[in-house]
């Protein structure tokens, strides 16, 4: 298997603590906004998205390629929910959406998510035995009848 880049670390590491964090603020406003179903429904909405966050950072680092697509999916998921809430946030969530795709993408992070190839195990080097009997040739065929 390929060393894993450093990049790949860092980034799934980041992933981890901003899932672990988002989830436990989220987790923690979810009384206050318990009482109505949107509050409830976007608390809960949150709180997946923080769950799979973690889930990106974890399985990036064991070398999982859907990890990386779900890593950039939810980056670029906040890129679109930052187009509705101000500029600022939606140009932090571009930037970092850019970086994080050249990141996500170079060379190093391509071989790094790439499954190495099955391998076939080798045919045995040692001949077959020869002690089986040598083979008998087969009778001649019976002449023609005579008419």
């Known amino acids: 298997m390929n060393k894993r880049p450093p990049t790949i670390t860092a980034l799934s590491f980041l992933y981890i603590v901003v899932g672990l964090v988002s989830t436990s603020y989220h987790l923690s406003e979810f009384k206050t906004y318990a009482h109505t179903l949107m509050g409830a429904l976007g608390t809960v909405l ?3 998205l923080g769950a799979a966050a973690v889930a990106a950072g974890y399985y990036m680092l064991q070398g999982k390629n859907w990890a990386r697509w779900l890593a950039f999916g939810w980056t670029v998921f906040h890129v679109i929910v930052s187009a509705f809430q101000s500029l600022g946030g939606l140009i932090f969530h571009s930037v970092f959406v850019f970086m994080l795709g050249l990141l996500l993408f170079s060379k190093e992070a391509k071989e790094w ?4 190839p ?8 040692t001949p077959p035995p020869t002690d089986t009997p040598p083979s008998v040739p ?3 065929d ?3 009848p005579a008419v």
């Open 46 to 48: 949150i709180i997946v």
């Open 113 to 116: 998510f790439t499954p190495a």
């Open 118 to 125: 099955a391998t076939v195990p080798a045919a045995p080097s």
């Open 138 to 140: 087969a009778p001649p």
């Open 142 to 144: 019976p002449p023609p």
